[in-house]
């Protein structure tokens, strides 16, 4: 992951979109202030496809309630979905409760609210999906995987399109950015690891590869 930097990925979409950069400011330092936060918005709506992941600090549960898990000590802020909680001593795994009211387990409400758990003691982990990191400047690292910058960077270019009112053009940015999105979702899918022996290419993995 993070072969490109925000500037080498954005060098592409300028490439792309070369006769409609201008619209974007009147140097190119704005521009590149819009292309970034528009990478951030691309970033942020794809996050389950992204799927990077995190484990929390150790929690120590003593009681039934909400409880807070942290990463570095600090309160989890960018969390877009749970994964699973796990006993770091047994390394059994609470089940997630079906309702709120239900008697065992863990149970969230919305994302980065508390976590509340019921009829479970002990140290545990939080293994969950984070946000991609924002963006900021043209050399920070892109929370992406090298499968998922045809879908990015097709994405950055549709809303470049809505700037100029384009909206045939970002349409079809659009569409090619959603062709991508197998790509993406299949590197998370693989990197769980294939059956014993592995998979050799498939036919399958030519329709992926178109979007399929």
Not at 51 to 64: F, K, R
Not at 67 to 94: C, H, W, Y
Request: overall charge neutral; aromatic content about 8%; some cysteine.
């Amino acid at each position: 992951m993070n072969t490109w930097n925000a500037g080498q990925i954005l060098t592409v979409v300028r490439t792309i979109n070369k006769m409609d950069i201008d619209y974007l400011g009147p140097d190119q330092s704005t521009q590149d202030q819009t292309l970034i936060q528009f990478m951030n918005v691309a970033l942020w709506k794809l996050a389950r496809l992204m799927y990077n992941t995190e484990i929390s600090d150790v929690l120590t549960v003593s009681g039934d309630g909400p409880v807070t898990f942290q990463k570095g000590q600090a309160a989890i802020t960018n969390m877009f979905e749970p994964l699973r909680i796990i006993d770091v001593n047994t390394g059994s795994e609470m089940p997630k409760r079906p309702a709120y009211t239900s008697a065992r387990g863990w149970y969230c409400e919305a994302p980065n609210r508390k976590i509340d758990i019921r009829g479970f003691t002990g140290d545990f982990e939080l293994h969950y999906i984070r946000y991609p990191r924002q963006v900021t400047k043209s050399d920070d690292p892109v929370d992406c995987p090298e499968s998922g910058y045809h879908a990015l960077i097709n994405e950055i270019s549709a809303q470049v399109k809505l700037v100029k009112n384009f909206y045939e053009e970002s349409a079809a940015a659009q569409t090619a950015a959603q062709a991508g999105y197998p790509m993406v979702t299949q590197a998370a899918i693989s990197a769980r690891g294939p059956s014993s022996g592995g998979n050799p290419p498939s036919l399958r993995d030519v329709d992926r590869a178109r979007g399929g």
